[in-house]
């Protein structure tokens, strides 16, 4: 008997422009949501934080588990998330607690995101607590092959490019070919 290697199937990975643009998706409807929450009085706003959190985990989390692997951000722009198993993409979305702790992350860097946008006018300083987004986003910039930002390296995921979706990039993309011709 000899054992036959069965031939991976090829997943075009997400592009960065794409993944980038799906999570500000989901980024500006959880904040969004959170800022109806939102006072006019100085410090920490707790209520919005657990908004935001709520928000992120029903969106990216919830979502992504009943929706085979795609959040509204990735379903626009047609990506959705698959489990990597020794060095190979598996044709699975994460179980749920792997994506909760995954989202964990990224929704800790969303949210010092999102306070840095409430506090930018008051304080500039603020700008550094943009460096996990970066750092982490920047892992992704840096891995050619895989395209896995830090947060997906550690809970062996990836992103990948998906048929189904709404192909919002591309549409775009569209609109802006025909403007000049429409502008004459």
């Given at each position: 008997m000899t054992l036959v290697k069965v031939n991976q199937r090829h997943y075009p990975k997400g592009d960065i422009s794409r993944r980038v643009m799906a999570l500000a998706i989901d980024f500006f409807g959880a904040w969004l949501l959170s800022s109806i929450v939102r006072t006019n009085q100085m410090g920490i706003q707790f209520a919005q934080?657990?908004?935001?959190?709520?928000?992120?985990?029903?969106?990216?989390?919830?979502?992504?588990?009943?929706?085979?692997?795609?959040?509204?951000?990735?379903?626009?722009?047609?990506?959705?998330?698959?489990?990597?198993?020794?060095?190979?993409?598996?044709?699975?979305?994460?179980?749920?607690?792997?994506?909760?702790?995954?989202?964990?992350?990224?929704?800790?860097?969303?949210?010092?995101?999102?306070?840095?946008?409430?506090?930018?006018?008051?304080?500039?300083?603020?700008?550094?607590?943009?460096?996990?987004?970066?750092?982490?986003?920047?892992?992704a910039l840096s891995d050619t092959q895989m395209r896995q930002a830090f947060h997906d390296r550690f809970f062996n995921t990836v992103i990948v490019s998906s048929r189904r979706g709404y192909s919002l990039d591309i549409k775009i993309k569209r609109l802006v070919e025909k403007l000049p011709r429409n502008m004459r």
């Open positions: 934080i657990f908004v935001f959190i709520f928000a992120w985990i029903i969106f990216r989390v919830v979502i992504v588990y009943n929706n085979q692997g795609q959040s509204l951000g990735r379903w626009a722009f047609d990506l959705k998330i698959l489990e990597v198993a020794n060095g190979e993409i598996v044709n699975r979305i994460p179980q749920f607690q792997t994506l909760l702790l995954r989202e964990g992350i990224i929704c800790f860097s969303s949210l010092l995101l999102s306070i840095f946008l409430g506090n930018i006018i008051l304080n500039p300083a603020a700008v550094v607590l943009l460096l996990p987004l970066v750092i982490d986003g920047g892992a």
